[in-house]
């Protein structure tokens, strides 16, 4: 089983709708949690972090966490053709030195 | 220049060519990290270097050979490589290996093996 499980999609919406990205992950030790967006040809870019159960906002973007069903999501509200990229969580556990895991990342595109 | 940059951005070489990936970061950082990225799989963590020092080589074959001079530039030496190896090589950067934080790649070369 892998560590962080994470639909690869890809996943095409209309402009102007609501995404949900989700992860789940099997080791209850993970205790922090963040999203990256990768754009094409590009580095992943850190877009969300949080590190408790519970729900964080930043703009058009959320970031839930679930610790007790072991879920986390990212929701993008009014989705722009802009938000088109590759969106990959990941997960960070403290043992000894830190370990940062990552899902396969999902496939976004916003059609106009 | 701010972040991190990766030099070249584009690498074509032979199975029996040497090269050599550049990273560079710009953010004070003292942990350095290579990843590979091939499309429909997760980020695999390659090597670990903390202050200079390599603290993590996850099983990657000798034909990749990193090197860390400083806690600012990142280089991985590449020798007889397969054709299989060829994918995104991803840098990145952190405060340190204790940080609970993210970290912040560049913008990868893309490796071609012919």
């Known amino acids: 089983q892998k560590e962080v499980e994470q639909d690869p999609g890809p996943l095409s919406v209309p402009e102007g709708a609501i995404v949900s990205l989700n992860c789940t992950y099997s080791n209850s030790a993970f205790q922090y949690f963040m999203w990256y967006r990768q754009y094409s040809r590009k580095g992943p870019e850190l877009l969300m972090y949080?590190?408790?159960?519970g729900n964080k906002e930043d703009g058009r973007f959320t970031a839930q966490v679930d610790k007790s069903s072991k879920y986390i999501s990212l929701f993008i509200r009014d989705s722009q053709p802009s938000d088109s990229a590759t969106y990959l969580c990941a997960m960070i556990i403290i043992q000894g030195a830190q370990k940062l895991v990552f899902g396969q990342g999902t496939r976004l595109t916003i059609n106009p | 220049e701010t972040g991190v940059t990766q030099t070249p951005r584009h690498l074509v070489m032979g199975m029996t060519n040497k090269k050599s990936l550049k990273c560079e970061q710009h953010?004070?950082?003292?942990?350095m990290y290579w990843y590979k990225q091939s499309a429909k799989k997760p980020l695999e963590l390659m090597f670990v270097?903390?202050?200079?020092?390599?603290?993590e080589n996850n099983s990657v074959p000798s034909r990749f050979s990193p090197e860390c001079p400083n806690s600012s530039h990142l280089f991985l030496h590449l020798h007889t490589l397969q054709p299989e190896d060829s994918a995104l090589y991803l840098c990145a950067s952190s405060q340190d290996r204790l940080t609970n934080y993210g970290y912040t790649f560049g913008s990868g070369t893309r490796l071609t093996v012919v």
């Open positions: 949080t590190y408790s159960s």
């Open positions: 270097y903390n202050f200079k020092e390599q603290t």
């Open positions: 953010l004070g950082h003292n942990a």
